[in-house]
Nanobody
């Protein structure tokens, strides 16, 4: 089964930068897409950024456009989220998710900048705190 492990979270001052990483293991195939969610205490989970692996197309929530960049290393089944000019409202638990082909958990769909994208695996999260 596919497992997603996030890393790179931490505490940073307003205006600072962080880069999150997420490594997918347990699959012999390349993902269809990989993405990042976040959830702040008391708020709904929101889709932050997503990327189709083969097409290379990317999608961002309006709140992070121009500040966050999603990228992938498909050979390593790894996705990154470069976060610049961080704001206190970016404080949240950040989760990696991915859509891998083949039999597996039922897919869910979330919107990233209005684009619906499916995923069937979800990570445990990494905390980002901006003060």
């Amino acid at each position: 089964d596919v497992q997603l492990v996030e890393s790179g979270g931490g505490s940073v001052q307003t205006g600072g930068s962080l880069t999150l990483s997420c490594v997918a293991s347990g699959s012999t195939t390349t993902s269809n897409s990989m993405m990042w969610f976040r959830q702040a205490p008391g708020k709904k989970r929101e889709g932050v950024a997503a990327a189709y692996t083969r097409l290379g197309s990317t999608y961002y929530d309006d709140s992070v456009k121009g500040r966050f960049t999603i990228s992938q290393d498909s050979a390593k089944n790894t996705v990154y989220l470069q976060m610049n000019t961080l704001k206190p409202e970016d404080t949240a638990m950040y989760y990696c998710a991915a859509d891998f082909p083949g039999a597996g958990p039922q897919r869910s769909v979330a919107k990233f900048g209005g684009q619906p994208i499916a995923f069937n695996y979800y990570g445990q999260g990494t905390q980002v705190t901006v003060s």
